[in-house]
């Protein structure tokens, strides 16, 4: 297992302006100014803020892709941490087609989609006019809407279909439903070298409730190729877990990063 210190953010904080007075300088991770805030103090202080430390574990899969030990949002493998609309960076309150971020405004049904729109054949979608495909063609996550990288860093990216696919594949790894610290979820194992993750079975929101009864899903970054408004996951249960399943991109559901 390796850490890896992905950014350091600002700060800056040795400009005395007066005996007490102190100007701590914060900047994003692109390096532009994010705010200058004053604070009093008595003494030339310099601060420093580090992002959290986000661990991965290489467990020798032929793309040779490395799967984050906690979802996005948790502190601990078995921590659920936060819901994501498919393409969305921020959590919420409500997951529902009105609220989504890609629907057209003031619309609250999936042929309003206006962003990662594929040629489905599904033509009641506003990506196609008079028959004609008139979409983006876009299947996969930019990295601004990706919440792994939003939240994480460019180091990070929401998995590829295929990247789950692998992940679950019975030549590369095997899967056992257990239970860690009280959370039930799936413990994956390498078969080529022993280590292992752990999914929790976190649930996911649908509407203004969550609904956690032994069954939760980890998105993709990938839209489903025969219905625009779908997007892959890993769908899990009690009694089952696999990768070629998708949900209406409206869900709340977890995120575990990857990176290579």
Same mark, same amino acid.
């Given at each position: 297992?390796?850490?890896? @210190?992905?950014?350091?953010?600002?700060?800056?904080?040795?400009?005395?302006?007066?005996? $007490?007075?102190?100007?701590?300088?914060?900047?994003?991770?692109?390096?532009?100014? =994010?705010?200058?805030?004053?604070?009093?103090?008595?003494? =030339?202080?310099?601060?420093?803020? +580090?992002?959290?430390?986000?661990?991965?574990?290489?467990?020798?899969?032929?793309?040779?892709?490395? %799967?984050?030990?906690?979802?996005?949002?948790?502190?601990?493998?078995?921590?659920?941490?936060?819901?994501?609309? %498919?393409?969305?960076?921020?959590?919420?309150?409500? @997951?529902?087609?009105?609220?989504? =971020?890609?629907?057209?405004?003031?619309?609250?049904?999936?042929? $309003?989609?206006? +962003?990662?729109?594929?040629?489905?054949?599904?033509?009641?979608?506003?990506? @196609?006019?008079?028959?004609?495909?008139?979409?983006?063609?876009?299947?996969?996550?930019?990295?601004?809407?990706?919440?792994?990288?939003?939240? %994480?860093?460019?180091?990070?990216?929401?998995?590829?279909?295929? $990247? $789950?696919?692998?992940?679950?594949?019975?030549?590369?790894?095997?899967?056992?439903?257990?239970?860690?610290?009280?959370?039930?979820?799936? =413990?994956?194992?390498?078969?080529?070298?022993?280590?292992?993750?752990?999914?929790?079975?976190?649930?996911?929101?649908? @509407?203004?409730?969550?609904?956690?009864? /032994?069954?939760?899903?980890? %998105? /993709?970054?990938?839209?489903?190729?025969?219905?625009?408004?779908?997007?892959?996951?890993?769908?899990?249960? /009690?009694?089952?877990?696999?990768?070629?399943?998708?949900?209406?991109?409206?869900?709340?559901?977890?995120?575990?990063?990857?990176?290579?």
């Amino acid at each position: 297992m390796k850490r890896i @210190y992905f950014t350091l953010i600002a700060l800056m904080a040795t400009l005395v302006v007066s005996a $007490q007075t102190i100007e701590v300088y914060e900047y994003n991770t692109d390096g532009s100014l =994010k705010s200058v805030p004053a604070y009093t103090s008595t003494k =030339k202080v310099k601060v420093i803020f +580090k992002e959290i430390v986000h661990e991965y574990v290489d467990l020798g899969l032929p793309s040779g892709t490395l %799967w984050a030990t906690c979802n996005v949002g948790a502190d601990k493998p078995e921590d659920f941490g936060d819901y994501f609309a %498919w393409g969305e960076t921020t959590p919420k309150d409500t @997951y529902d087609e009105e609220s989504y =971020k890609w629907m057209n405004d003031g619309m609250d049904t999936w042929t $309003q989609i206006n +962003k990662y729109t594929v040629a489905d054949g599904q033509f009641a979608g506003r990506w @196609y006019f008079g028959g004609t495909f008139i979409g983006d063609n876009k299947s996969e996550l930019l990295p601004e809407d990706d919440a792994a990288t939003a939240n %994480w860093g460019s180091d990070w990216r929401m998995p590829t279909h295929a $990247q $789950q696919m692998e992940l679950l594949k019975s030549a590369y790894t095997e899967t056992e439903w257990t239970t860690v610290n009280g959370v039930n979820g799936y =413990k994956i194992t390498s078969k080529t070298n022993g280590k292992s993750i752990f999914l929790p079975v976190a649930g996911y929101f649908y @509407y203004g409730s969550i609904y956690n009864d /032994s069954y939760g899903g980890y %998105w /993709s970054r990938e839209v489903h190729p025969n219905r625009t408004d779908l997007a892959w996951r890993i769908q899990l249960g /009690s009694d089952y877990i696999g990768a070629n399943d998708h949900a209406m991109r409206f869900y709340g559901l977890s995120v575990r990063p990857v990176r290579k």
